[in-house]
């Protein structure tokens, strides 16, 4: 036997793989949307039976050999899952559940694009009735979050936000150093979560901003625990314009490299350039993007804690079955 038959015997080609993944999803409806660029395939499984894996979320997200996609979410009823379950007692309205993956398969903890495309999916398949003004709550891997619907598009309350290093951050401004392609040296950055890990480094000028090589993921010194985004932040100048702060970045996500926008990149971007502006800086940000603009506000909830609110537009664009 040639060694190329052994080959063909032994190994399946990339192809083959993702075929094989997809084919478990062969015959379910799915949907495709995005939140100014940042794109999502979305299907619906309320009783569990199609459980997603890496595999199977990197094949769907294939740009090439699959449905093309920043991640892929899967709309489950919260009862069918212990995760759903522990967060239909805190909150009973929470009928369904974001279960997210990023495009290599990794899962997230949330996405703040991810969850407006995902109420507007409920929405458009009839899952959920919803009116502008109203709102939903989402159960997620990170809380419950609760999605506004506008006229518009969706505004979601992503919950608090924290410094990841609160001492050092209080004391130095930053707490680590980030390297990436195109930049001379290493920049400091801030470690911020906003339901999950952001680094945020403030650049000087557009030519930086536009000049950033983020086909190859920055580094973070010291390494999070579990990755992070890195997001490049530009503050405009003057930065505020009646009452209205305004940044423009790139992001690079963990498990999908650069994208064309991160709801809670913009979030942490703004909280980061935020707290550098000090105490007179305002509570509504304008973060441009490369797909668009997205509106990040600081309120405070009933609870007194600080929470960020993400609003733009989310839409689902098209719809179709795997084959």
């Not at 294939?62 to 892929?72: N, P, Q, S, V």
């Not at 290599?104 to 458009?124: I, P, Y």
């Not at 195109?182 to 403030?202: E, F, K, M, Q, Y």
């Not at 490369?290 to 960020?308: C, K, M, N, Y």
Request: charged share 25%; net charge negative; proline share 6%.
């Amino acid at each position: 036997m040639t060694n190329s038959a052994q080959y063909g015997e032994q190994h399946t080609s990339p192809a083959d793989q993702e075929a094989d993944a997809l084919s478990r999803l062969s015959g379910v409806k799915f949907a495709k949307g995005h939140g100014i660029g940042n794109d999502f395939v979305l299907f619906e499984d309320a009783e569990e039976k199609r459980p997603v894996d890496a595999a199977l979320a990197a094949a769907v997200c294939d740009r090439h050999r699959g449905l093309g996609a920043d991640g892929l979410i899967r709309a489950v009823r919260s009862q069918e899952l212990p995760e759903g379950r522990e967060l239909l007692a805190q909150e009973p309205r929470a009928e369904w559940f974001m279960d997210y993956r990023n495009a290599d398969g990794s899962l997230a903890q949330m996405c703040g694009n991810g969850v407006r495309v995902f109420v507007d999916f409920l929405v458009h398949r009839g899952l959920v009735w919803l009116e502008p003004g109203e709102v939903l709550p989402v159960a997620t891997r990170s809380g419950i979050k609760n999605v506004e619907r506008l006229a518009d598009g969706y505004a979601a309350d992503l919950g608090p936000w924290r410094l990841s290093s609160p001492e050092e951050a209080e004391l130095r401004g930053v707490d680590s150093l980030v390297t990436a392609y195109a930049l001379d040296v290493a920049r400091p950055g801030l470690s911020i979560s906003t339901g999950n890990p952001h680094t945020v480094v403030a650049l000087a000028t557009q030519e930086e901003l536009v000049e950033l090589d983020l086909s190859r993921p920055p580094k973070v010194n010291p390494e999070p625990a579990e990755g992070a985004n890195v997001e490049f932040a530009l503050p405009r100048d003057p930065l505020v314009v009646d009452g209205v702060a305004a940044i423009a970045i790139r992001v690079h996500e963990r498990g999908s490299g650069e994208t064309l926008s991160c709801g809670t990149g913009a979030c942490a971007a703004a909280a980061a350039t935020r707290f550098w502006a000090g105490a007179n800086a305002p509570d509504l940000w304008d973060v441009t993007v490369p797909g668009g603009t997205l509106r990040v506000r600081f309120i405070t909830a009933p609870s007194g804690a600080e929470h960020i609110e993400l609003s733009g537009p989310a839409k689902i664009i098209a719809e179709g079955v795997v084959l």
